[in-house]
């Protein structure tokens, strides 16, 4: 295996604690879900359309999005919860512009199919807000095959925080992981590889394994 080259600039991981938090907002129809979900904090945009990840380590994750969940198992609408099930959330850079795309499909329906139903009494959509604290961790990696070692056994939080948080919350376009990796090391093939992972079709440890084995790969390990 040839020298592997060294970052001027180490990367640093970081990792994050997650609290969740009651909104006291509530949808009871359709009407009032699209009006909350254009006002309500991001956090609480991101909550609904990722939690999933969080809660399904090891499972194949269930699909992420608790609106289009709500809209076929509480109102019955199978159409529409098919058309928010399917919202790619790779596409999107920000959570602007994924509140912008589920606003988009529900006020279609509305448009094409008037709704009146409501929800039972105690089968209401109830808003909560995802609270993230983010801190840095003792490990920096300098090379590729720090940067491995480091994955390999940091915990999921972290590789969560660097692939999924920073790119949609913080508004970065790309995982931490990429932009670091093209940037100090000139990786560009390795750096493309990851970014175009998807990472919402595996488990946090299928995520773990597989850039592991991207990494292996690039380095001829």
């Not at 060294?6 to 509530?26: Q, V």
């Not at 948080?165 to 990851?194: K, M, P, Q």
């Not at 995520?207 to 390990?221: A, C, F, P, W």
């Amino acid at each position: 295996m040839a020298e592997l080259q060294r970052a001027a600039e180490p990367f640093r991981f970081s990792s994050r604690l997650n609290l969740r938090e009651l909104t006291g907002l509530k949808a009871k129809n359709l009407c009032e879900l699209v009006s909350a979900i254009k006002t309500v904090p991001g956090s609480v945009i991101y909550h609904h359309t990722h939690h999933f990840l969080q809660q399904h380590q090891y499972l194949v994750p269930e699909p992420p999005n608790d609106f289009a969940y709500w809209v076929e198992v509480a109102l019955g609408y199978k159409d529409l919860a098919e058309d928010l099930a399917s919202i790619n959330t790779c596409e999107y850079k920000s959570i602007r512009a994924l509140r912008e795309r589920i606003v988009a499909e529900i006020e279609d329906y509305l448009a094409r199919v008037p709704a009146s139903r409501d929800a039972n009494e105690g089968e209401e959509f109830h808003f909560i807000k995802s609270i993230s604290f983010v801190f840095p961790t003792a490990y920096a990696a300098y090379d590729l095959k720090e940067f491995r070692e480091i994955v390999s056994s940091i915990t999921i939080e972290a590789i969560y925080f660097h692939m999924f948080e920073s790119r949609l919350r913080l508004e970065r376009g790309v995982n931490d992981f990429s932009n670091w990796i093209r940037d100090e090391l000139a990786g560009l093939e390795l750096a493309g590889r990851i970014e175009q992972l998807d990472p919402y079709t595996h488990t946090m440890e299928g995520l773990r394994g597989k850039l592991v084995e991207l990494v292996d790969e690039h380095i001829g390990r």
